[in-house]
């Protein structure tokens, strides 16, 4: 007698896996086809159940063993985070909230489950066109490939900031051992000190501070390194954005919305000198002037996104950006010329800038921007 499924749950299963492995977990087919068969051990009548093993499947270090509670609540409690069910399933199921009916516990093993694996096969033949485009320059892409390259870049750059959030909580929650919680715990399980009770470190997270571009060079560039801001605003409440070509513009607050079409389409109807010119250090100055002793401190990252041309005066750039240093943690600079192999930072405005930065790299493809996270988590 062949095994029966709940319509769509097998397939919600698979895509929890790759959502899983998008998000840090050594998850592949074999592992998809030990959660299937896990959830159809247990069933799914109990919320918990269905967690549990789904962990003890897919969790082999204690970095993951951390790192799944969020994964897990990520994709099954919030809407967009899991593809909905059709809906005469709805009434069988529950994403959040309360347990499962007793009678809809069935067997989640069966004919559809292999068609299911089977489709973690088709999404590596687009693995290579996704490899691609993470390392097509901006300036380059084709109209057929930029829709796809902004579809990837938003996600990739969502689980980038994800995952330096989730570091910095699992930064903070360990301090030192709490002796006295731990024998008192350890009383409750008979004396057995299992597990270890600590003090929780006090963490202060750092400040961002992003000034992009969007002068008339920058043009292949700017709407993607607006996704960037907007992907980094999404998951840390402590974001300042600022756009310049020869004028300063604050978006911070615009780029607060649920959506970035929202924010884009709020920005298309603002005056904020989209490929206009290119002075740099007066817009450092006025940001300096008008924003620093409010925006400036020492747990403060500042990242820059030009190419450095600058039409205005080098020596004012050097003199804010020497202020800027002595006041902030780190100074990134990201260039997208620096992806060309026979760039040289020799313009006036790059070379008055060198001396002040910390950071110097590339940003001319989405690969450059997702390698970011290792500056911002070493910060």
């Given at each position: 007698?062949?095994l029966?499924?709940?319509?769509?749950?097998?397939?919600r299963?698979?895509?929890?896996?790759?959502?899983?492995?998008?998000?840090?977990l050594?998850?592949?087919?074999?592992?998809?086809?030990?959660?299937?068969?896990?959830?159809?051990?247990?069933?799914?009548?109990?919320?918990?159940?269905?967690?549990?093993?789904?962990?003890?499947?897919?969790?082999?270090?204690?970095?993951?063993?951390?790192?799944?509670d969020?994964?897990?609540?990520?994709?099954?409690?919030?809407?967009?985070?899991?593809?909905?069910?059709?809906?005469?399933?709805?009434?069988?199921?529950?994403?959040?909230?309360?347990?499962?009916?007793?009678?809809?516990?069935m067997?989640?093993?069966?004919?559809?489950?292999?068609?299911?694996?089977?489709?973690?096969?088709?999404?590596?033949?687009g693995a290579?066109?996704?490899?691609?485009?993470?390392?097509?320059?901006?300036?380059?892409?084709?109209?057929?490939d930029?829709?796809?390259?902004?579809?990837?870049?938003?996600?990739l750059?969502?689980?980038?900031?994800?995952?330096?959030?989730?570091r910095?909580?699992?930064?903070?929650?360990?301090?030192?051992?709490?002796?006295?919680?731990?024998?008192?715990r350890?009383?409750?399980?008979?004396?057995?000190?299992?597990?270890?009770?600590?003090?929780?470190?006090?963490?202060?997270?750092?400040?961002?501070?992003?000034?992009l571009?969007?002068?008339?060079?920058?043009?292949?560039?700017?709407?993607?390194?607006?996704?960037?801001?907007?992907?980094?605003?999404?998951?840390?409440?402590?974001?300042?954005?600022?756009?310049?070509?020869?004028?300063?513009?604050?978006?911070?607050?615009?780029?607060?919305?649920?959506?970035?079409?929202?924010?884009?389409?709020?920005?298309?109807?603002?005056?904020?000198?989209?490929?206009?010119?290119t002075?740099?250090?007066?817009?450092?100055?006025?940001?300096?002037?008008?924003?620093?002793?409010?925006?400036?401190?020492?747990?403060?990252?500042?990242?820059?996104?030009?190419?450095?041309?600058?039409?205005?005066?080098?020596?004012?750039?050097?003199?804010?950006?020497?202020?800027?240093?002595?006041?902030?943690?780190?100074?990134?600079?990201?260039?997208?010329?620096?992806g060309?192999?026979d760039?040289?930072?020799?313009?006036?405005?790059m070379?008055a800038?060198?001396?002040?930065?910390?950071?110097?790299?590339?940003?001319?493809?989405?690969?450059?921007?997702?390698?970011?996270?290792?500056?911002?988590r070493?910060?």
């Amino acid at each position: 007698m062949a095994l029966q499924t709940l319509p769509g749950l097998d397939q919600r299963i698979v895509e929890f896996c790759r959502y899983a492995r998008e998000n840090g977990l050594s998850v592949g087919v074999k592992e998809s086809l030990e959660s299937l068969r896990a959830v159809q051990a247990v069933g799914i009548a109990e919320r918990q159940n269905l967690k549990f093993a789904l962990r003890a499947v897919l969790c082999s270090s204690k970095d993951d063993w951390e790192a799944f509670d969020e994964i897990f609540a990520a994709f099954w409690e919030k809407p967009r985070g899991a593809p909905q069910l059709p809906q005469h399933d709805r009434s069988m199921i529950k994403i959040t909230g309360d347990p499962l009916p007793q009678n809809s516990a069935m067997p989640l093993i069966g004919q559809s489950s292999s068609a299911a694996v089977e489709g973690e096969g088709k999404s590596v033949l687009g693995a290579t066109v996704n490899e691609r485009l993470k390392k097509a320059d901006f300036s380059e892409l084709s109209s057929a490939d930029l829709a796809e390259l902004e579809r990837i870049s938003l996600r990739l750059l969502q689980q980038m900031s994800l995952r330096l959030s989730r570091r910095v909580k699992n930064v903070a929650r360990y301090g030192k051992v709490d002796l006295r919680r731990t024998i008192r715990r350890g009383i409750s399980r008979g004396g057995d000190l299992i597990d270890l009770e600590f003090r929780n470190r006090k963490l202060q997270q750092l400040k961002l501070v992003i000034l992009l571009d969007v002068s008339g060079s920058m043009n292949p560039y700017s709407i993607f390194f607006v996704r960037f801001a907007f992907a980094l605003q999404k998951y840390f409440k402590r974001v300042d954005t600022f756009l310049f070509s020869t004028q300063l513009t604050e978006i911070t607050s615009t780029l607060r919305t649920r959506q970035l079409r929202e924010a884009l389409q709020s920005l298309a109807e603002r005056a904020v000198g989209w490929s206009g010119g290119t002075k740099i250090g007066e817009s450092l100055r006025d940001l300096n002037l008008h924003h620093g002793r409010r925006l400036f401190s020492r747990d403060t990252v500042f990242m820059i996104l030009s190419d450095g041309w600058d039409t205005g005066d080098p020596e004012m750039l050097a003199t804010q950006l020497s202020n800027i240093r002595r006041r902030v943690r780190k100074l990134i600079w990201l260039n997208p010329l620096l992806g060309m192999t026979d760039y040289q930072p020799v313009t006036r405005g790059m070379s008055a800038a060198l001396p002040y930065i910390d950071v110097f790299v590339p940003a001319h493809n989405l690969e450059s921007l997702l390698n970011l996270e290792t500056q911002l988590r070493h910060a």
